[in-house]
């Protein structure tokens, strides 16, 4: 008999998935380097219109103490890309998403909204 395939679901909130640890850890490494003076994991929750919501992966204070909202993919939904457009539209800070690089190229792809 076939077992049941069934498809992976999203994380519990506050719970990081592979990609989103080792940006984590980048963002560790620029934070002992003084680029980063602080970051908290879904740290904001911003409002873009009633009862919808967009949590950035990462709240990002640079060492300058500019505040930005790091979003990392492995691939993007069209939900995701439109409510990160609106959000860079709606709020003063800078939008970035954070791609991994194929195994060829490495490190990290990096997009402004």
């Known amino acids: 008999m076939r077992a049941s395939i069934q498809a992976l679901g999203r994380l519990k909130t506050g719970a990081m998935n592979q990609t989103e ?10 934070k002992h380097a003084g680029d980063v003076a602080w970051y908290r994991f879904e740290g ?9 919501f967009y949590t950035p992966d990462f709240a ?10 790091h979003e990392v993919k492995g ?29 060829k190229v490495g490190g990290w792809v990096f997009e402004d909204f």
């Open 21 to 30: 640890r080792a940006y984590a850890a980048l963002l560790e490494q620029r």
């Open 44 to 52: 904001i929750k911003l409002r873009l219109a009633d009862n919808t």
């Open 60 to 69: 990002v204070m640079l060492g300058s103490g500019e505040m930005e909202m």
């Open 75 to 103: 691939f993007w939904t069209d939900d995701a890309r439109v409510k990160i457009k609106v959000a860079a539209d709606q709020y003063p800070f800078r939008f970035v998403a954070i791609k991994k690089g194929s195994a």
